[in-house]
């Protein structure tokens, strides 16, 4: 019976939580999206996420009573096993109940959550860049550094939730300021938002950098502005890059050394660099590693799935493939 069932991921932000609806077979049928806003507090969010499911079975065309789960990924501190919220510092949520909550709203289908970040991983693990491996660690380059870690095709939550926050590592003792109030963490240097900011310090110190071409007005420096300059050949620009390069490198290095997983799988927007960021991390990771590629082999691979990595992976927890 349970073959002949539909499955719901839904992967929830702070303005939006987008889903997709997959068929017996695992083939995304239907797809929609929902506002969200942090006022209106997690029953109301529940209720809006439970309609979005029953938005996706009229759409598709199939009773409610057809889907066996809904997956969710969420932002926060997520304890998977007992369904709870543990802290979502954004919305100011604390020991929420969402899986219950979205249950209640849904007839009793059964509703598993998993940070946002964890269920991008499984997404990459079971149906992208990571499905030729069973031990998998997902990073996302974007505003922060987003992180998951699948091992043995699961993901790995440590307890109450608290584990795979690798933005938060500390690679420069005593380093720039971070959000999460420690200093250094390896987000301050690999985030989007880091290269930003250094290529800006750069084109400051350099007037004569190509970059100042590329973006005139320094609020539009975005991640790919110290790419394209390097690309051509601009010293400056050439510095910033190498300098993000090793930083990145640093962090995979650790979560290597900790974990060995045989992939590690770069996404978010500065990934869009392909093989001119990932080959020369390759190249520095080999070099300095405890055990080089030689001896026990790694895969460092672009992320496949963009946007949808979320939804595939609330999916693949909704259905445990």
Request: include cysteine; hydrophobic fraction near 40%.
């Amino acid at each position: 019976m349970a073959s002949k069932l539909y499955y719901a991921g839904i992967d929830l932000g702070g303005m939006s939580a987008k889903a997709g609806l997959f068929d017996p077979e695992g083939k995304m049928i239907a797809k929609s999206t929902v506002k969200t806003c942090k006022e209106e507090g997690f029953r109301a969010t529940a209720k809006h996420l439970a309609g979005l499911v029953r938005e996706l079975c009229s759409a598709a065309k199939i009773p409610v009573s057809s889907v066996g789960g809904v997956g969710v990924g969420t932002p926060g501190i997520i304890d998977g096993a007992a369904g709870i919220v543990v802290a979502w510092t954004n919305f100011a949520w604390e020991n929420v109940p969402l899986a219950s909550e979205i249950s209640a709203n849904l007839d009793g289908i059964p509703v598993r959550i998993s940070n946002d970040a964890n269920a991008a991983a499984l997404g990459e693990a079971k149906f992208g860049a990571g499905k030729k491996y069973g031990d998998s660690i997902t990073i996302t380059l974007g505003t922060g550094v987003g992180s998951g870690i699948v091992i043995g095709g699961k993901i790995f939550e440590g307890f109450r939730g608290g584990a795979g926050e690798a933005g938060h590592m500390t690679i420069v003792v005593g380093g720039i300021p971070c959000t999460c109030g420690k200093r250094g963490c390896f987000e301050q240097y690999a985030s989007a938002t880091a290269l930003i900011r250094d290529t800006k310090r750069a084109m400051f110190e350099h007037k004569e950098s190509s970059m100042w071409r590329i973006s005139p007005d320094p609020d539009t420096v975005n991640g790919l502005t110290a790419f394209t300059a390097a690309k051509e050949g601009d010293a400056a620009a050439q510095e910033v890059v190498k300098n993000y390069i090793m930083y990145l490198s640093e962090g995979i290095l650790n979560l290597v050394n900790c974990f060995r997983p045989q992939a590690i799988i770069v996404g978010g927007g500065v990934s869009g660099q392909g093989e001119y960021l990932l080959q020369p991390v390759r190249k520095y990771v080999d070099e300095h590693l405890f055990v080089g590629f030689d001896r026990i082999p790694l895969a460092i691979v672009k992320a496949q799935l963009g946007n949808d990595a979320g939804i595939w992976g609330a999916y693949a927890l909704a259905a445990n493939v």
